[in-house]
């Protein structure tokens, strides 16, 4: 079975690596062909081209970075679904939210390709270990051909019905893992204020069963300022939540605290924090 994967950023390049040392044939390609260099002399073909990429793929993995990238390069008359073959499959990687999956799914479907959204639950050191979680909406037919790739590249495939089902799913964990952030930040602030001290804070809060586990993995960027290690960059927080809020206004769902959540991360952004990882919504709010 012939694989493309599109999209080498921070979790993607990950993923194609795991395919590749688990014996996968697969092209890849990125916009930036720079990103490639690590794939040369892996026995891997690099398109040059995305439409050159796809045009005899069974599979077509992509993972790019928000819905107008996916787009841009998928839809339209000049767009790579009308490249693929008939009866091949795009699974969709990419964090978007769940009526632009169904869409995408349309989009496909009028060109004869199958399409499954498959976005995924964890870091780009979770992704380098090949231990991601896959969500999966699709037909059971398509899920079960993509399992074997989404074994090489995650410790777990979920498959949770019609599509836009994993999106769905992924969008109300990105939404939690943004307020955890904001609350753990905010509770060590606080803790400063009243002369607890810091170290014992972010050692000893992660702990407790009222915080996220994952708060504990942000420790050491929050003791040293330094947030330039990006697991999951503050932007793309920014985005998810934004297509979350959105998300909820179609179907009429008050989010309050995941607004407010969405207008700090923003407030970072603009401060020229968006590049780093979202953990430095800490040194932000410390410097508001």
Known sequence: MKITFLGLGIMGSRMAINLIEKGAELTIWYRNQGATKVFENRGVTIATSAHEAVKEADIVFSM???????????????????AMKKGAIWADSSTVNPSFSRRSGEEAHTRGIRFMDAPVAGSKAV??????????????????????????????????????????????????????????????????????????????????PVIAPFTAHKAAAMRSGDFSDVHFPLEHMHKDVHLATVTAYAVGQPMYMANAAKELF???????????????????????
């Open 64 to 82: 790019l970075s928000n819905p107008e990238a996916v787009e841009a390069i998928f839809f339209g008359d000049e767009g790579i679904l009308n």
């Open 127 to 208: 992704a380098a270990e090949g231990s991601l979680v896959f969500f999966c909406g699709a037909e059971k037919v398509v899920y079960e051909t993509c399992l074997p790739y989404i074994e090489m590249m995650g410790s777990k495939g979920m498959h949770l019905g019609k599509v836009g089902q994993g999106a769905a799913l992924k969008m109300l964990i990105n939404v939690m893992l943004a307020q955890s952030m904001v609350i753990f930040s905010e509770a060590v602030l606080l803790g400063e204020k009243l002369d607890l001290d810091r170290d014992m804070l972010l050692s000893m809060l992660p702990n407790l």
């Open 266 to 288: 923003a407030s970072a952004k603009q401060a020229g924090k968006g590049r780093l990882d979202f953990g430095a919504i800490y040194g932000h709010l410390k410097e508001s």
